[in-house]
């Protein structure tokens, strides 16, 4: 077993497996963010959900950094 999420990401990654929901991804069809350390999905649902708490922090974010700059 992986020992650290990168590690099981890119584990995933190598056997074309959708880190959320666990099912086979065709080579190529891979949903990512361009950095394979943040894995490969097989939709962009699994990657939203996957990443539910970092897109909500980002998206808290960027909204107070544009309203402290408005």
Same mark, same amino acid.
């Given at each position: ?5 990168? @590690?099981?990401?890119?584990?995933? *990654?190598? $056997? %074309?497996? %959708?880190? +959320?929901?666990?099912? #086979?991804? $065709?080579?190529? =069809? $891979?949903?990512? !963010? ?11 649902? %699994?990657? !939203?959900?996957? +990443?539910?708490?970092?897109? @909500?922090?980002?998206?808290? *974010?960027? =909204?107070?950094? !544009? !309203?402290? #700059?408005?």
């Amino acid at each position: 077993m992986a020992t650290t999420e990168v @590690a099981h990401l890119l584990d995933l *990654w190598d $056997r %074309c497996i %959708c880190p +959320y929901c666990g099912t #086979h991804v $065709r080579e190529g =069809a $891979r949903v990512v !963010s361009g950095d394979a350390r943040e894995g490969g999905f097989c939709s962009i649902r %699994c990657h !939203s959900t996957y +990443y539910t708490f970092e897109l @909500a922090a980002r998206a808290d *974010w960027s =909204a107070t950094e !544009s !309203s402290q #700059h408005a």
